[in-house]
C-alpha cells in the first residue's frame, strides 16, 4: 500500500500540564523543519487535527520511508507515528483500505481498532470494529484475536476523514524542542556534555553552546570535534549557535600564580561565569553541564560546590545519577559517541596538578583569585568569542 499521511501522536502527560496548542505549535513546526533537513526537495504540509498532528506530501510517502523515519525519531515530542492512508468518512471505503492495508501483510491473526474523536460518523467505534471486522474474514483466510494479534489494523475517525493504518513507529518521546525556554550548554568534545545537552533539548530546551579551548597552546582538534558534534546535534535542533571562546590568556594566568592543586576548579569556575553572561546576551535562563556525581576528581560535592558559587543561574546537570555506562549508551543511541571518543587535546587536560583537590573550599579558591586579574581576563576571553551558526 501507497501512504499519503502520517500521523503523529504526542505524550499526552506533558502537554496536560501546559497550554496544549502552544506546544502543539512548537513540535508542528520542529517536524516541518526536521523534514525540510532530511528531504529538502518536498515539500510537506504539517497541521494539527484535533489531537494529532498529520503531515501530508503529494508524492507517495513510502518513497521517502527510511529519511522520514529517522527524522521523525530525532524530534522530541512525538509519542509514535503511523504511515498511514486517508479515505472519506464512508463504510464502504473504510473496509476497502483496511483489506488494502492488510492485504500485503504476513499475519495470521489480526484485529481492528477503532478511535472515534469525531462523533458525527454514523457508526460508533465497537460497530465499525465488528462490520470491517466481518469483511477482512470475507476475503481473507484469517482469525480475528483481540488479546495479542499478529496485527493491527487502526481505523482512526477524526473531523471529517478516516485515517488507517498498521504500524506504530515509536517516536523519541520528551517535549518539544524550544516549548521550555532557552538554555547554555557546555560543550567540551568529551562524551558526556553533548548527552547531557540532547537530555535538556529532549525536555523541550533549546540549546545555545559554548567551548572552551586553549589554542595555540593545543592544537585546533577540540574545535573540530565540537563542531562536528554540534552537526549531529543539529538533528535534534534545527537551528544552532555555537561560542567558541579561547580559555588560553586565562589559564596562563592561572598556572602561573595559583595553587597547582586548584587549577581545574579555577578554570571551571572562569568557565562558569563566562557562560553565564552568553546565557544573559542570548536570553538563556540556566546553564547545562555533562557533570555527573563523583566521576572524576573535579566532580565531589565540595568542588561542585566551589564551581557553582561564581553563577547565579540555575545549573542543570541532566547526568548527575548516571553511571558512565550508562551515559556511553546514551551517546552511541544519540549518534555522538564515535565522534567524542576521537582522540583530542582538552583544554584541561593540559598541566593537570598531579593532585587536584578534591575537597576545595570556596573561601580558598577565592583567595587564590586574588592573585588573578578576574574581570580583565573575562572581558579578554569575551573579546576573542567567535559565532558559529548551523543551521539545519
Ligand atoms: P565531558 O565528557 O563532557 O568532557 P567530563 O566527564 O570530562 O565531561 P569534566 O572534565 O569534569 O567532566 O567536565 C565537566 C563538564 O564541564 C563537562 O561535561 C562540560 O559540560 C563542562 N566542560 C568541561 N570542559 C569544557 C570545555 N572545554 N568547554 C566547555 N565546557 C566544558
Ligand atoms: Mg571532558
Given at each position: 500500500m501507497e501512504f499519503d499521511t502520517i500521523l503523529c501522536h504526542y505524550a499526552e502527560v506533558g502537554l496536560k500540564l501546559g497550554n496544549r496548542r502552544f506546544f502543539e505549535n512548537w513540535?508542528?513546526?520542529?517536524?516541518?523543519?526536521?523534514?525540510?533537513?532530511?528531504?529538502?526537495d518536498k515539500i510537506f504540509t504539517v497541521r494539527r487535527l484535533y489531537g494529532r498532528i498529520v503531515i501530508e506530501l503529494d508524492d507517495d510517502l513510502t518513497k521517502n520511508r527510511e529519511e522520514i523515519i529517522q527524522a521523525l525519531s530525532s524530534t522530541f515530542g512525538l509519542a509514535y507515528f503511523a504511515f498511514a492512508r486517508y479515505v472519506a468518512q464512508?463504510?464502504?471505503?473504510?473496509?476497502?483500505?483496511?483489506?488494502?492495508?492488510?492485504?500485503?501483510?504476513?499475519?495470521?491473526?489480526?484485529?481492528?481498532?477503532?478511535?472515534?474523536?469525531?462523533?458525527?460518523?454514523?457508526?460508533?467505534?465497537?460497530?465499525?470494529?465488528?462490520?470491517?471486522?466481518?469483511?477482512?474474514?470475507?476475503?481473507?483466510?484469517?482469525?480475528v484475536q483481540l488479546k495479542d494479534p499478529d496485527i493491527t489494523c487502526h481505523i482512526d475517525i477524526v473531523q471529517g476523514v478516516v485515517y488507517i493504518y498498521t504500524e506504530k513507529i515509536p517516536g523519541p518521546g520528551g517535549l518539544p524542542t524550544g516549548a521550555n525556554g532557552k538554555v547554555v550548554g557546555l560543550l567540551s568534545g568529551g562524551i558526556d556534555s553533548p548527552v547531557a545537552s540532547i537530555l535538556a533539548?529532549?525536555?523541550?530546551?533549546?540549546?545555545?553552546?559554548?567551548?572552551?579551548?586553549?589554542?595555540?597552546?593545543?592544537t585546533e582538534e577540540s574545535i573540530e570535534k565540537v563542531k562536528q558534534i554540534t552537526t549531529v546535534l543539529s538533528h535534534y535542533?534545527?537551528?544552532?549557535?555555537?561560542y567558541l571562546v579561547a580559555l588560553t590568556p586565562i589559564q596562563k594566568e592561572i598556572l602561573v600564580k595559583t595553587k597547582e592543586k586548584y587549577r581545574i576548579i579555577l578554570y571551571r569556575r572562569f568557565m562558569f561565569r563566562i557562560a553565564e553572561m552568553i546565557a544573559n546576551k542570548e536570553k538563556a535562563?540556566?546553564?547545562?553541564?555533562?557533570?555527573?556525581?563523583?566521576?572524576?576528581?573535579?566532580?565531589?560535592?565540595?568542588?561542585?560546590?566551589?564551581?557553582?558559587?561564581?553563577?547565579s543561574m540555575p545549573i542543570l546537570r541532566p547526568l548527575i545519577g548516571?553511571?558512565?555506562?550508562?551515559?556511553?549508551?546514551?551517546?552511541?543511541e544519540y549518534g555522538t559517541y564515535d565522534i567524542s571518543i576521537l582522540p583530542d587535546q582538552d583544554c584541561c587536560s593540559l598541566f593537570?596538578?598531579?593532585?587536584?583537590?578534591?575537597?576545595?573550599?570556596?573561601?580558598?579558591?577565592e583567595a587564590e583569585e586574588e592573585n588573578l586579574a578576574v574581570d580583565n581576563l573575562i572581558q579578554e576571553a569575551i573579546d576573542s568569542i567567535e559565532i558559529i551558526k548551523i543551521l539545519a
Amino acid at each position: 500500500m501507497e501512504f499519503d499521511t502520517i500521523l503523529c501522536h504526542y505524550a499526552e502527560v506533558g502537554l496536560k500540564l501546559g497550554n496544549r496548542r502552544f506546544f502543539e505549535n512548537w513540535l508542528r513546526k520542529n517536524i516541518k523543519a526536521s523534514l525540510n533537513r532530511a528531504i529538502p526537495d518536498k515539500i510537506f504540509t504539517v497541521r494539527r487535527l484535533y489531537g494529532r498532528i498529520v503531515i501530508e506530501l503529494d508524492d507517495d510517502l513510502t518513497k521517502n520511508r527510511e529519511e522520514i523515519i529517522q527524522a521523525l525519531s530525532s524530534t522530541f515530542g512525538l509519542a509514535y507515528f503511523a504511515f498511514a492512508r486517508y479515505v472519506a468518512q464512508e463504510i464502504k471505503s473504510i473496509r476497502e483500505m483496511a483489506l488494502a492495508a492488510l492485504q500485503d501483510k504476513e499475519f495470521e491473526t489480526f484485529k481492528i481498532k477503532t478511535r472515534r474523536p469525531d462523533q458525527n460518523f454514523l457508526f460508533n467505534a465497537q460497530q465499525v470494529n465488528e462490520d470491517v471486522g466481518a469483511f477482512i474474514l470475507s476475503k481473507m483466510d484469517k482469525t480475528v484475536q483481540l488479546k495479542d494479534p499478529d496485527i493491527t489494523c487502526h481505523i482512526d475517525i477524526v473531523q471529517g476523514v478516516v485515517y488507517i493504518y498498521t504500524e506504530k513507529i515509536p517516536g523519541p518521546g520528551g517535549l518539544p524542542t524550544g516549548a521550555n525556554g532557552k538554555v547554555v550548554g557546555l560543550l567540551s568534545g568529551g562524551i558526556d556534555s553533548p548527552v547531557a545537552s540532547i537530555l535538556a533539548m529532549k525536555r523541550g530546551a533549546a540549546v545555545t553552546f559554548v567551548h572552551f579551548h586553549s589554542v595555540p597552546m593545543t592544537t585546533e582538534e577540540s574545535i573540530e570535534k565540537v563542531k562536528q558534534i554540534t552537526t549531529v546535534l543539529s538533528h535534534y535542533q534545527s537551528r544552532i549557535h555555537l561560542y567558541l571562546v579561547a580559555l588560553t590568556p586565562i589559564q596562563k594566568e592561572i598556572l602561573v600564580k595559583t595553587k597547582e592543586k586548584y587549577r581545574i576548579i579555577l578554570y571551571r569556575r572562569f568557565m562558569f561565569r563566562i557562560a553565564e553572561m552568553i546565557a544573559n546576551k542570548e536570553k538563556a535562563r540556566a546553564l547545562v553541564t555533562g557533570e555527573s556525581l563523583g566521576q572524576v576528581a573535579s566532580q565531589t560535592l565540595e568542588n561542585i560546590a566551589a564551581i557553582e558559587a561564581v553563577s547565579s543561574m540555575p545549573i542543570l546537570r541532566p547526568l548527575i545519577g548516571l553511571d558512565k555506562l550508562e551515559i556511553i549508551n546514551l551517546a552511541k543511541e544519540y549518534g555522538t559517541y564515535d565522534i567524542s571518543i576521537l582522540p583530542d587535546q582538552d583544554c584541561c587536560s593540559l598541566f593537570l596538578p598531579k593532585s587536584p583537590a578534591t575537597k576545595a573550599k570556596t573561601q580558598f579558591i577565592e583567595a587564590e583569585e586574588e592573585n588573578l586579574a578576574v574581570d580583565n581576563l573575562i572581558q579578554e576571553a569575551i573579546d576573542s568569542i567567535e559565532i558559529i551558526k548551523i543551521l539545519a
